[in-house]
């Protein structure tokens, strides 16, 4: 059973900073893309960075220059260091990791961790 837990969301001001964390679990064997993606209330959800196994890096235009999207592979642990946070960044915001595992393997989701930036 893969398990993805999501930590480090809450309340910040504008111009503020936060960091997720989100770790892996369970019988994996491997892990390729990890990802952050984020829904704001009564929008789709959409792709925030991502960051493959290689460390080959994307993100969205929107975040370009304020987030910073890092792994560690011996933890099966991506963060996302958002900076300059705006109050359009508010939105519950997901893990996401393409992984095989001793079950099987396939696409993977987190819980959500919800940011909100606000004064």
């Known amino acids: 059973q893969v398990q993805l837990v999501e930590s480090g969301g809450g309340l910040v001001q504008p111009g503020g900073s936060l960091r997720l964390s989100c770790a892996a679990s369970?019988?994996?064997?491997?892990?390729?893309?990890m990802g952050w993606y984020r829904q704001a209330p009564g929008k789709q959800r959409e792709l925030v960075a991502t960051?493959?196994?290689?460390?080959?890096?994307n993100y969205a235009d929107s975040v370009k220059g304020r987030f910073t999207i890092s792994r560690d592979n011996a933890k099966n642990t991506v963060y996302l260091q958002m900076n300059s946070l705006k109050p359009e960044d508010t939105a519950d915001y997901y893990c996401?990791?393409?992984?095989?595992?001793?079950?099987?393997?396939?696409?993977?989701w987190g819980q959500g961790t919800q940011v909100t930036v606000s004064s």
């Open positions: 369970g019988s994996i064997f491997s892990i390729y893309t």
């Open positions: 996401n990791a393409d992984l095989t595992s001793y079950g099987g393997g396939g696409s993977y």
């Open positions: 960051i493959t196994s290689s460390r080959m890096i």
